[in-house]
């Protein structure tokens, strides 16, 4: 099965900050990738599809690159309500398998 | 405007089963494929299960396969899951959710907002 690794697990940035995670498959999987934000004690919510596609009602601080096995989210100007945990998940195939997250703070 | 509410959660034993309900509105359910997807307290996500808006194809995470059931009826825009065999790394909230497409290989882009199954003795 195709591993999905993320990094940092967790970082901590200023306000206004541009801010970069990282998602690696262990394989190809072409541009079948998603974004999620999840904030605490809420659902997930998409932010990004198809590795670069953003989400209808997505902020467009929110950006997304990449293609086969490496991945990129980037927030250009870090913002006090992106205060979440972001996964990547890909779904070329089944399992459809998440990252393990990368918790983002404000510093 | 799409709504799912999951039901069917609770404490079990285990060993025990359980079936949970999401009802889907807002959207024409047999378009869609539909997934649970769990969150273990304090832990990330894990996607479980997975079905096609035809019903005709399904895929389990390995954990779950030969345990867990997922089903849908179309006609009551209505997605199951049956757990069997339950135990104590099944504790998790159980989310529903609804995929972008109607083939499996489509993101989420809607999630209800989970039930809670407690496996404990």
């Known amino acids: 099965d195709i591993q999905m690794t993320q990094s940092p697990s967790s970082l901590s940035a200023s306000v206004g900050d541009r801010v970069t995670i990282t998602c690696r498959a262990s394989?190809?999987?072409?541009?079948?990738l998603a974004w999620y934000q999840q904030k605490p004690g809420k659902v997930p919510k998409l932010l990004i599809y198809?590795?670069?596609t953003l989400q209808s009602g997505v902020p467009s601080r929110f950006s997304g690159s990449g293609s086969g096995t490496d991945f990129t989210l980037t927030i250009s100007s870090l913002q006090p309500e992106d205060v979440a945990t972001y996964y990547c998940?890909?779904?070329?195939?089944?399992?459809?398998?998440f990252g393990q997250g990368t918790r983002l703070e404000i510093k | 405007e799409v709504q799912m509410l999951e039901s069917g959660g609770g404490l079990v034993q285990p060993g025990g089963s359980l079936r949970l309900s999401c009802a889907a509105s807002?959207?024409?359910?047999?378009?869609?494929?539909m997934s649970w997807v769990r969150q273990a307290p304090g832990k990330g996500l894990e996607w479980v299960s997975v079905?096609?808006?035809?019903?005709?194809?399904?895929y389990y995470t390995d954990s779950v396969k030969g345990r867990f059931t997922i089903s849908r009826d179309n006609s009551k825009n209505t997605l199951y899951l049956q757990m069997n065999s339950l135990r104590a790394e099944d504790t998790a909230v159980y989310y529903c959710?609804?995929?972008?497409?109607?083939?499996?290989?489509?993101?989420?882009?809607?999630w209800g907002q989970g039930t809670l199954v407690t496996v404990s003795s």
């Open positions: 394989q190809g999987i072409s541009n079948y």
């Open positions: 959710a609804k995929q972008r497409s109607g083939g499996v290989t489509a993101a989420i882009n809607y």
């Open positions: 079905i096609s808006g035809s019903g005709d194809s399904t």
């Open positions: 807002g959207f024409t359910f047999s378009s869609y494929a």
């Open positions: 198809a590795a670069s």
């Open positions: 998940q890909k779904y070329n195939s089944a399992p459809i398998t």
